[in-house]
Every structure is written in structure tokens, then in C-alpha cells.
């Protein structure tokens, strides 16, 4: 079937450390998306990729890294200079740009922070 | 600033009862505005999408209403059921906006047996 997969799940993470959460689309997807979702807050744009090997920096990029090296794959790297890293993470893709609306999502990564 | 506002918050219904679940918005020039569902630990679904020629529009027992004239948007959720517990999430695109999107912090939904 096709659709978005991240991993892991959860994540425990002691301060100080870099964490890489994986999100692989097989939808063939040209843009994808990494959003943080925190409590009684709307979804966050971190970063977003339009195609391979190109990436822009949305509203929260500080504290993260990533990568488009290929189309099926957008890995997200949370650094230790992230201040509180502590969140519910979601992966997206769209089939074109994100002006239609449509985004299809994984079932999410959750961080804590030790 | 382009803003979605949804109400209320959180919502506790019994099942079998119907309810409606707000959004309004600022957000202009207006291009669509789509209905999320997400189940608590996973990731949104689509329900709908709205553009501004479209007034309703139904999917099942959703039906979503838009108003674009007062920019406000309804979401209807008729005989409810213990699976429509759930967040309802909000999202309005801007025209020409690329790759931003304006999320509401979404409605709480609990139906409760």
C-alpha cells in the first residue's frame, strides 16, 4: 500500500544529543513536509522539500536539519541546540505544491526529551 | 495576519448526538480550506476540501459548510459515533502563498458512550 512512513515511533533522547527521525513516502510525491505538533497548538512548517536535493527552512527551522538526497526520502535531524525538543514530529507529502491544500501524513515520531 | 480561529476547544458529546465544530479565518486572498481528522497519536486525514464556489459538501455523516463572504467554516458531524473521537483540524491556504499553510489549533472532540 502506498503511504508515509516514520520511525521510530517514540524516541527517548537525553539532552545534548542529535536525534534523526526517518520518514520514507512511496507515493511518489514530489514535495515533503516535517511539522511539529505541540499541545493546544496548531501544526508548525520546520522544513519542506519541493525535490531532491533541494530544501527551504519554514517558520521553526532553528535546532534542525535535513535532507532530500532522495525523492522517496526526508530524514529530520533535531540537534542539541534545539532548546525544547520535546514534541509530537509529523511527516508529510503533497503530489504538488501544497497550494491545493492535500497533505498526506505518517502516523508521526514522538520525542522526549530525558 | 492570516489567522484561523477554531471553537470551541474541546467538545463532549454523547453518542448518537450530532454537533458542529467552527473556523474562522482571516486569511486572504482565500484559495481553499480543508477539514483534518487526527486520532489521537497518529498523523491528520483529509476529510474535505472547500473552495470558494462550494457552500457544502458532504462525506459520509461530515458535512462542512463555508461561508467565504464572513470567512467562516463549519464542520457537522451527524449520529455521532464512539470513533468520531478525535481532533478536527482546520487548514486555509492563501493564494499564491507556495508551500505555507495556516493550521488552526483544532477541536477536541470526545463522544462518549
Known amino acids: 500500500d502506498g503511504g508515509i512512513t516514520q520511525s521510530p515511533k517514540y524516541l527517548f533522547r537525553k539532552e545534548g544529543q542529535n536525534v534523526t527521525l526517518s520518514c520514507e513516502q512511496n507515493l511518489n510525491h514530489d514535495a515533503m513536509y516535517w511539522y511539529r505538533q505541540d499541545p493546544g497548538q496548531g501544526l508548525r512548517l520546520i522544513y519542506y522539500s519541493q525535490i531532491v536535493n533541494d530544501f527551504q527552512k519554514g517558520d521553526i527551522a532553528e535546532g534542525y536539519s535535513v535532507s532530500r538526497e532522495k525523492k522517496e526520502s526526508f530524514p529530520l535531524t533535531v540537534t542539541s541546540a534545539q532548546k525544547n525538543p520535546t514534541a509530537f514530529y509529523l511527516c508529510?507529502?503533497?503530489?504538488?505544491?501544497?497550494?491545493?491544500?492535500?497533505?498526506?501524513f505518517g502516523e508521526g515520531s514522538r520525542l522526549t526529551v530525558l | 495576519k492570516n489567522q484561523v480561529e477554531q471553537s470551541p476547544q474541546s467538545l463532549i458529546i454523547l453518542e448518537g448526538k450530532n454537533c458542529t465544530l467552527q473556523?474562522?479565518?482571516?486569511?486572504?486572498?482565500?484559495?481553499?480550506l480543508r477539514w483534518y481528522k487526527q486520532d489521537t497519536g497518529r498523523g491528520p486525514v483529509s476529510l474535505t476540501i472547500?473552495?470558494?464556489?462550494?457552500n457544502t459538501k458532504s462525506n459520509g455523516r461530515y458535512t462542512a459548510t463555508l461561508d467565504a463572504d464572513t470567512k467562516q467554516s463549519s464542520l457537522h458531524i451527524t449520529a455521532s459515533q464512539l470513533s468520531d473521537s478525535a481532533s478536527y483540524i482546520c487548514?486555509?491556504?492563501?493564494?499564491?502563498?507556495?508551500?505555507?499553510?495556516?493550521f488552526g489549533k483544532g477541536t477536541s472532540l470526545l463522544v462518549t458512550p
Open positions: 472547500m473552495t470558494f464556489s462550494e
Open positions: 487548514v486555509v491556504t492563501r493564494e499564491n502563498s507556495g508551500y505555507a499553510l495556516n
Open positions: 473556523c474562522n479565518y482571516t486569511v486572504s486572498p482565500f484559495s481553499n
Open positions: 508529510a507529502s503533497s503530489p504538488q505544491g501544497a497550494n491545493t491544500g492535500e497533505l498526506f
